[in-house]
């Protein structure tokens, strides 16, 4: 929003200090890969093929060989990737899913979406995702799949996951939209449910330039249905077998992911030695008695950091304090799925998963960008070691 300032200086807004750096800097990715980007950009014009084609097609066969998924299907968004992959397992009115409520609202907004019910099960305290210890007893004859969601970049902890669906014949749809490159025990995240999905919004690990999604799946089936679903249920122009939509991927964004997925690998160490950097100064500065942040997990998790988040109970403060050294920082989440408006009719209140709720109102995400540099990162944590000695000696 902005405001028209007048003439007369009482009506000035505050300053706003100007930060002294940016949460996420994509300026500073592009720099890095412009000629790349520019030549893919210059190619696909001069084919003004644009929707699906080569491109897109190439992107999933990369994608697919790198995770170890047997197929891919690019989609038009990771909200869509989600929303596919239920309409892929016809699950619809009636049908309940089982999922985190401490995530993006695509995670749930996409199970109504398709007419399901979001059941909500709270999350593990440490990690922020769901807690696998409590699903069976959120699992009712009207359940019909599990979305667990690798959040911040950290692999769920899906072996339980996968024993309880299992059991109970349920469909593991994962939301890997902030996670691409994780792995648990080994294997890459998006491949061992019977659904994977992706985001490439410019935010994620590997971001296009705009929307963009992508699917994985091991089972052929499901594969082509996907195929089908996308351009609204045909396999032949013209000729619908069932009910699908408009989700394809642009072959722009399919070009340009193209260049970013061979950076995605450093991209990573780079996040994953920020992290460890994070630790190891936090751990000089002594600021442990306002504010905890992620241990470095067990190596079952291997962690790509698309958040690194921390915990203090005067979390708005400290994102005030922050502020006004011109460190940015974010809050995600403010408000848990399950007290959301959007979400009001499935009857939640305040206190029903305290666990997600108490983190969101404590956690605060700090820049963990690939191309941050020591001086930036030495000043975010310069400034949350000054708020807690001020803190402390208040
Ligand atoms: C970003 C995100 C999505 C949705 O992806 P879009 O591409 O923005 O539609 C879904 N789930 C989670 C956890 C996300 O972070």
Redesign the pocket.
């Known amino acids: 929003m902005t405001t028209t300032v007048g003439k007369n200086p009482a009506m000035q807004p505050p300053q706003t200090p100007k930060p002294a750096l940016d949460f996420l800097d994509l300026k500073a990715q592009f720099a890095t890969i412009r000629e790349e980007v520019m030549a893919a950009v210059t190619r696909v014009m001069e084919s003004q093929h644009f929707i699906l084609g080569p491109e897109v097609k190439q992107l999933e066969e990369e994608i697919a060989a790198k995770l170890g998924a047997k197929h891919a299907i690019g989609c038009a ?6 929303i596919l992959a239920l309409m892929a397992a016809g699950i619809g009115p009636l049908d309940e899913v089982i999922t985190t409520p401490f ?5 749930a907004g ?1 199970i109504a979406h398709v007419g399901a019910k979001p059941v909500f099960v709270d999350i593990d305290p440490v990690t922020y995702n769901i807690n696998p210890e409590l699903i069976e007893a959120a699992i009712t004859p009207k359940t019909r799949a599990i979305m667990p ?3 911040f970049g950290l692999p769920a902890d899906m072996r339980p996951i996968l024993d309880v669906a299992r059991v109970h014949k349920l469909v593991v749809i994962e ?1 890997a ?2 996670a691409i490159g994780a792995r648990y025990d080994g294997q890459y995240v998006g491949t061992m449910g019977d659904f994977g ?1 992706f ?3 410019p ?2 690990n590997l971001g296009g330039a705009g ?3 992508l699917v994985t799946t091991n089972d052929p089936a499901l594969a082509e249905r996907l195929r089908m679903l996308r351009v609204h249920g045909s396999k032949k122009k013209y000729f619908h077998d069932i009910l699908g939509t408009n989700s394809r991927l642009d072959a722009l964004q399919a070009a340009i992911l193209r260049v970013k997925l061979k950076h995605l690998d450093s991209w990573e160490d780079a996040r994953r030695s920020h992290a460890d950097r994070y630790r190891q100064l936090f751990d000089t500065q002594h600021v442990s008695s306002l504010a905890t942040y992620p241990a470095a997990p067990p190596s079952k998790f291997h962690h790509v950091y ?1 958040q690194f988040t921390i915990r203090c109970s005067f979390r708005d403060e400290l994102r005030e304090f922050l502020r006004q050294a011109g460190v940015p920082s974010e809050i995600y989440y403010p408000l848990c799925l399950h007290l959301q408006p959007a979400f009001a009719y499935l009857g939640y209140s305040t206190g029903r998963l305290p666990i997600a709720e108490s983190a969101s109102r404590e956690v605060l995400s700090l820049p963990v960008f690939p191309e941050l540099s020591s001086t930036q990162q030495d000043l975010v944590v310069k400034a949350i070691a000054d708020f807690c000695a001020t803190k402390n000696a208040a």
Do not use: E, M, P, Y
């Open positions: 968004s990771g909200t869509d990737a989600l995530s993006f609202i695509a995670t996409a969601v690798h959040l939301d939209a902030q999905c985001s490439f919004f935010s994620k929307d963009g999604g698309n």
